[in-house]
């Protein structure tokens, strides 16, 4: 069984950084296209971000392209999300979620594994 875990989050102000990463066990994340997503308090789960399964092709939200870079390190079974410049509208869980599918997904029922999410909290 596929369990993904997140971590990486936390309290920031606005203009600051930070790095989640999502790590899988249960099997090979190379098998998975792998995707961050965020759910706001009274919102619903939003795609953010989606790298294929060998990392080659990535994809972003209007809302954080050039502040958000996804990445992968298949040999660590980890996936990663590059949060710069943080706004407070940034707040939000974030989720990860693997996509046994090779075909590009901004939909959440897409994703056949999630993780539990990790709290991200940006202040002004």
């Known amino acids: 069984q596929v369990q993904l875990v997140e971590s990486g989050g936390g309290s920031v102000q606005a203009g600051g950084s930070l790095r989640l990463s999502c790590a899988a066990s249960g099997t090979t994340s190379s098998y998975y296209a792998m995707g961050w997503f965020r759910q706001a308090s009274g919102k619903e789960r939003a795609f953010v971000s989606r790298?294929?399964?060998?990392?080659?092709?990535?994809y972003y939200a209007d809302s954080v392209q050039g502040r958000f870079t996804i990445s992968r390190d298949n040999a660590k079974n980890t996936v990663y999300l590059q949060i710069n410049s943080l706004q407070p509208e940034d707040t939000a869980v974030y989720y990860c979620a693997a996509d046994r599918r090779p075909i590009y997904s901004t939909q959440s029922y897409s994703y056949d594994y999630w993780g539990q999410g990790t709290q991200v909290t940006v202040s002004s």
């Open positions: 790298t294929s399964r060998m990392g080659s092709n990535t």
